[in-house]
């Protein structure tokens, strides 16, 4: 099979699992949603740019790192702490409405139709919050989604998790315990994910797919013969563009120390 051509859906009794963050949506949604609680003035600027830092090393390098990500959960934690479940879900809504529906990669979203097509079940298994994985499934029609689960008490959240961050092995746990629940053959099942990170969840099914992967995705689907999806436009322009990136993220975090300056 030629390297980047898609694979037909394999029959069978069978699941297609997709990534959203660089796989079903352009960088991390966690940062799309922080910047939509930002627009609202319900998250701080300092807050902002340090979702900012880590969007921008997201976007250059493809990579997720552990430091950005919990980060990202311990900021979301403690902005929900407190907060109803369903108000924090009527924000979701409007958000990924406003900033987020525009940023679906079009050739994911084919993807994932061709499965839809074939009668198969798409699921999204993503780190994001549950909430926010669960509206982007309704808005585009999926049979369901895995998520990180946040802790709630009388409909009120506490700011722990409900177990971990679904995250790297966490993700092929979920997966083999859902397969195991749905009665679903693994080797009959597609994967699809940006990260090296899940490489445990891209190894546990029979149909593996890389999309907009990270460099050492890239280079271990190569060398398994996975194929390679790559919807991400002008990748030359961007690499040319890291050091501007890198100035940007620099000057962010200028920003953020002037912030605390000031607030001292």
């Known amino acids: 099979m030629p390297y980047d051509a898609p694979r037909p ?31 609202r003035d319900l998250f701080t ?9 880590g969007q921008t090393v997201f976007r250059v390098t493809g990579a997720e790192q552990p430091d950005h990500i919990n980060a990202a959960r311990e900021a979301a934690l403690a902005f929900v702490a407190g907060h109803d479940v369903s108000d924090l879900v009527t924000l979701c809504e409007e958000i990924y409405d406003d900033s987020m529906a525009d940023r679906i990669w079009e050739g994911t979203r084919r993807l994932v139709q061709r499965h839809l097509d074939a009668g198969q ?9 549950v909430e ?14 895995l998520g990180t689960e946040a802790e709630s008490v009388d ?23 859902l397969a195991r629940k749905e009665g679903w053959d693994l080797t009959a099942c597609s994967a699809y994910s940006d ?65 605390r300056r000031r607030r001292a």
């Open 155 to 177: 409909g009120v959240y506490t700011g722990r998790l409900n177990g971990d961050l679904l995250h790297g092995p966490a993700k092929a746990v979920a997966v083999r315990a």
């Open 45 to 53: 600027t300092r807050d902002l740019l340090r979702f900012a830092w």
């Open 195 to 259: 990260s090296s990170n899940d490489l445990p969840l891209l190894s546990l099914v029979g149909d593996p797919h890389a999309v907009n992967p990270d460099g050492d995705l890239r280079r271990y689907a190569r060398a398994h013969a996975w194929p390679v999806h790559d919807f991400r436009r002008h990748r030359k322009a961007l690499k040319v563009a890291v050091p501007a990136a890198v100035a940007g993220a620099v000057a962010g975090g200028m920003a953020v120390r002037a912030l």
């Open 121 to 129: 079940p798409v699921w999204l298994v993503t780190a994001t919050p």
């Open 132 to 145: 926010l994985a669960q509206i982007i499934r309704r808005r585009l029609g999926l049979t369901g989604a």
């Open 9 to 39: 859906p394999s029959g069978g009794p069978g699941a297609a699992f997709f990534d959203v963050d660089n796989t079903l949506m352009r960088g991390a949604s966690i940062y799309h949603f922080a910047r939509g609680l930002a627009s």
